[in-house]
């Protein structure tokens, strides 16, 4: 097992229809999977920028910003030079435009295309903050919280602050008979910092590992969507908005996750 | 700082138009090789391009894997292949869960996601043999270690051309994290239709052979390839000394003119290293040959090290096409081949000869160029203004 420890400094969420803290409060009583097409404002982003955003990228933008500038009040949001932005789908919906367009015969728009790439957000986030630090943008399925978190533990060795963001857009229609979890439109951004404030443990998973469950999956098994569980960025957004009491748990990338804050 | 842990580069496996395994590849960076052969690729607006394909048949994939079955899928294992025994050496030594893979790409298999949705659009309906993880970028990572049967943590790295030098930096940062003991690192990118006619829409692909350097450059060709490494926290071999990243911050496809984000990104490697710029023996260039790349990376590296002060330096692109996510992990490969040699030969720039005049003079790598060389850097600078720098450093 190996323990690590560091300071939650700030978090900050975005959802459509959850866009205070107090709404993300009461939706931490019975959290469900936000869903819709609302956009973030990010009214302090030029708009030169923000009109080339997706859905994916406003709340990246957002998230980023909010969680820095809740951070230090009155740094306007000046996002440490060490992030790292995990995402499953990333720019889906943008790169399915592209290849609507490619099925048609019609020519691509460089500049979508330019911003199809995982990295898009990450890259409009270093433009928008004039931030030119370290940014990691990570994907590994429904593990991408995991990875991302221990990529920004992995930047805490060398950086005193990390910002992880995690953000989804509802991926296409036709991708949801394939997913084992909820489809949902969210970020979340967590601002990690050196320190005991919290501990969390890894332990190697003791169930029978995913990848050895593995079977090829015809979509009529799959349960219903509404069954299937929450995304673990969001069942992270919960614990943190209930305060952080006890333990906020997860399986991901064959590591039993416990974090839990000290001395409580 | 804490003291760094060992991070050897145990072992290099690799696929890509200049050969079809890691000696091929070797082979073909020696003097006088000729050029692989690239595929003429047909562009939606009519153009047909030099594409550096990889033309030898592929691995298949198992059948309990099928659902991330996928081309890049294919080239991971034909790369992997070929460190299969040094990753079970250390996986018998340390563990199956002390082995990690940690990837990067940026097409993963996007091209069996564009076949399926211009089937979905005739038909109604996605293929049946069509599953998303045949296209999500998290795949290359949890397919491979589904393959090896490695139970570390596995996940990708996407940041376009910086993707998988960027999965190197990191697969170094989980073995000083301690969450591991060996990772598969590198990454791969495989054809793909979106990719061919994103680049001709933002007007950078060459009609020709590319050219880095020339005062003729027109552009890149496009490739598609895979290289992996066996990384574990031990010293001695070669050793990946220093990794530097940054970002432009100023425009998403095109590179900071200036090149400020490359100079930022190899002063980070040299720091990291505790190297001094005299002390680099030779640079594997980003070098895409289009008229902005070439211009910003020679200036970046005249700032760096000093006018008549930059190591001998090449573009290896005119081998293997540009690779894309998988380009930082195949040309760190040809700068771990170059350091395994004992040969001291350089990898040579293909060009037409007639440098550039505008562009602030670098030492290019002519036919049969010597040197003794024990640590060498690799650049990717990608999308998003997204830069990495590696040094590695050979035995000593």
């Not at chain 1, 593995?214 to 957004?237: D, G, N, T, W």
Request: a negative charge; proline letters at 5%; charged letters at 20%.
């Amino acid at each position: 097992m190996k323990c690590f420890s560091f300071d939650l400094l700030a978090w900050s969420a975005w959802a459509p229809g959850l866009e205070t803290r107090e709404a993300w409060s009461e939706w931490a009583l019975t959290p469900y999977s936000p869903t819709g097409a609302e956009r973030p404002s990010i009214a302090n982003v030029p708009a030169a920028l923000r009109r080339r955003c997706s859905q994916h990228d406003r709340m990246v933008l957002e998230v980023g910003t909010n969680c820095a500038a809740e951070a230090i009040p009155g740094s306007g949001g000046q996002v440490p030079p060490a992030v790292v932005l995990g995402s499953r789908h990333g720019e889906a919906q943008v790169t399915r435009v592209l290849l609507d367009l490619l099925a048609e015969g019609e020519p691509l728009s460089p500049m979508r295309f330019s911003l199809s790439v995982h990295n898009a957000s990450s890259g409009l986030l270093s433009i928008a903050t004039g931030n030119k630090g370290v940014f990691r943008s990570i994907s590994a399925s429904i593990d991408s919280l995991g990875a991302a978190w221990i990529e920004a533990l992995s930047l805490l060795v060398d950086h005193s602050s990390v910002l992880l963001i995690v953000a989804e857009e509802e991926p296409p229609a036709d991708h949801h008979p394939y997913l084992d979890e909820q489809t949902a439109a969210f970020a979340l951004a967590v601002l990690l910092g050196r320190g005991e404030g919290c501990q969390l443990e890894l332990a190697p998973e003791t169930a029978p590992l995913r990848s050895l469950l593995e079977v090829q999956s015809k979509s009529a098994e799959q349960p219903s969507l509404e069954s299937r569980p929450l995304p673990h960025a969001l069942q992270l957004a919960a614990w943190l908005a209930r305060g952080e009491i006890g333990e906020f748990e997860m399986s991901s990338l064959n590591l039993n996750w416990r974090l839990a804050k000290n001395g409580r | 700082m804490t003291a760094r842990r060992g991070a050897r580069l145990v072992s290099l496996g690799m696929v890509c138009a200049a050969g079809a395994d890691r000696d091929a590849v070797h082979e073909r960076l020696r003097a006088g090789s000729p050029l692989p052969e690239f595929t003429d690729s047909a562009l939606a607006s009519g153009r047909l391009v030099p594409y550096g394909m990889v033309t030898g048949s592929l691995p298949e994939i198992p059948a309990r894997l099928q659902k991330y079955s996928s081309r890049n899928a294919q080239l991971l294992v034909a790369a992997y292949q070929q460190i299969a025994q040094s990753v079970e050496e250390a996986a018998r030594e340390c563990g199956r869960e002390r082995v990690a893979v940690v990837l990067g790409s940026s097409t993963s298999g996007i091209e069996e996601g564009t076949k399926a949705v211009a089937h979905a659009r005739k038909t109604g309906a996605m293929p049946a043999g069509y599953h998303l993880c045949q296209q999500d970028l998290g795949s290359p990572a949890l397919f491979l270690a589904a393959f090896a049967d490695l139970h570390g943590v596995a996940y990708t790295i996407s940041s376009a051309c910086s993707s998988s030098a960027k999965a190197i930096a990191c697969a170094r940062g989980l073995i000083e994290l301690g969450l591991c003991d060996a990772v598969v690192c590198g990454g791969g990118d495989s054809y793909a239709t979106l990719t061919s006619n994103g680049f001709d829409a933002l007007g950078l692909v060459s009609d020709h052979r590319c050219n880095p350097s020339s005062i003729h450059r027109d552009g890149l060709n496009l490739g598609e390839g895979a290289a992996l490494f066996l990384m574990r926290a031990q010293n001695g071999g070669i050793q990946l000394r220093g990794v530097g990243e940054s970002c432009d911050a100023t425009h998403f496809s095109a590179p900071d003119p200036e090149g400020a984000g490359a100079v930022a990104c190899i002063q980070l490697a040299l720091a990291d290293a505790g190297l001094l710029p005299a002390e680099i023996d030779y640079i594997n260039l980003h070098g895409t040959a289009t008229r902005q790349n070439d211009a910003m990376e020679s200036r970046a590296l005249v700032e760096v090290f000093g006018e008549g002060r930059v190591p001998p330096a090449s573009s290896t692109k005119p081998l293997t096409g540009h690779t894309l996510g998988g380009a930082g992990a195949i040309e760190a490969g040809i700068c771990w081949l170059t350091l395994a040699t004992q040969e001291a030969r350089l990898p040579v720039h293909r060009y037409d000869g007639e440098i550039d005049p505008e562009l602030p003079s670098i030492p290019l790598v002519d036919e049969g160029q010597t040197a003794v060389v024990s640590t060498v850097m690799s650049n990717s600078f990608g999308f998003g203004g997204s830069n990495c720098a590696l040094i590695m450093e050979g035995a000593s």
